[in-house]
């Protein structure tokens, strides 16, 4: 069984950052590309980045890009989302979430392209 298990939320000052982790047991990591998305309360699960499953393609919603970066560690089975400049804008629930394939392209931007999720960990961004 797949298993997805988020880290490294908390509160931050504007203009801080944070990074998340994600570690994945149950599966072989490194066949599949993986994602981060975000909930904020009364709004619906956002993209924020996607990255394939060797690490050479990344996409990311525009609201992040030059400030988030994903990267993965295949020997450590863990996807990271580095957030720098953060805005009270990005306080949400994160989660990780896994595909089926190697690469999706545009798909990755969407829910229905992830097949497990992970718990989601919790960002908070003070003014």
């Known amino acids: 069984q797949v298993q997805l298990v988020e880290s490294g939320g908390g509160l931050v000052q504007a203009g801080g950052s944070l990074r998340l982790s994600c570690e994945a047991s149950?599966?072989?990591?490194?066949?599949?590309?993986m994602g981060w998305f975000r909930q904020a309360p009364g709004k619906e699960r956002e993209f924020v980045a996607a990255?394939?499953?060797?690490?050479?393609?990344?996409y990311y919603a525009d609201s992040v890009k030059g400030r988030f970066t994903i990267s993965r560690d295949n020997t450590k089975n863990t996807v990271y989302l580095q957030m720098n400049s953060l805005r009270p804008e990005d306080t949400a629930v994160y989660y990780c979430?896994?595909?089926?394939?190697?690469?999706?392209?545009?798909?990755?931007?969407?829910?229905?392209?992830?097949?497990?999720w992970g718990q989601g960990t919790q960002v908070t961004v003070s003014s």
């Open positions: 979430a896994r595909t089926n394939t190697f690469w999706s392209g545009e798909l990755t931007r969407r829910t229905s392209g992830y097949v497990y």
């Open positions: 149950g599966s072989t990591f490194n066949m599949y590309s």
């Open positions: 990255i394939s499953w060797n690490g050479k393609t990344t």
